[in-house]
């Protein structure tokens, strides 16, 4: 098996009175497509890809790449910040869902030898 995907719930950052909006998130990721990136799904916007390292290094101390900054929040969250052409998009998940979404991916790309 060398895709994984995973449903996580996520909060949607944003300066309008709701302040922070749960939404569903697909996190996605191909060994064979690229051994490298990730795929993240949020509702209403095309898939933003960004490297699976970046992610990981995120977890622990703010990082930046290109138009991506990953870093955590408190303990147990972790936020995602991802700009383009329209905008800021943050988005804050908890840690837990990403760590489990990071070792499965490790897993899958992990040849099995017999």
Not at 21 to 32: F, I, N, Q, T
Not at 61 to 77: E, I, K, L, M, Y
Request: hydrophobic content about 40%; glycine content about 6%; overall charge neutral.
């Amino acid at each position: 098996m060398s895709a994984v995907e995973q449903y996580a719930r996520a909060h949607l950052v944003t300066d309008s009175s709701e302040g922070h909006r749960a939404v569903p998130v697909m996190l996605h990721y191909d060994a064979e497509a690229d051994p490298h990136a990730v795929r993240i799904g949020l509702p209403g916007s095309p898939h933003r890809v960004l490297a699976r390292q970046l992610l990981e290094q995120g977890l622990r101390a703010p990082v930046t790449s290109g138009d991506v900054q990953v870093w955590p929040c408190g303990r147990v969250q972790t936020v995602l910040e991802f700009h383009d052409r329209d905008g800021v998009t943050v988005v804050q998940f908890d840690a837990s869902a990403l760590i489990r979404f990071l070792r499965r991916t490790y897993a899958a790309a992990t040849p099995v030898t017999h």
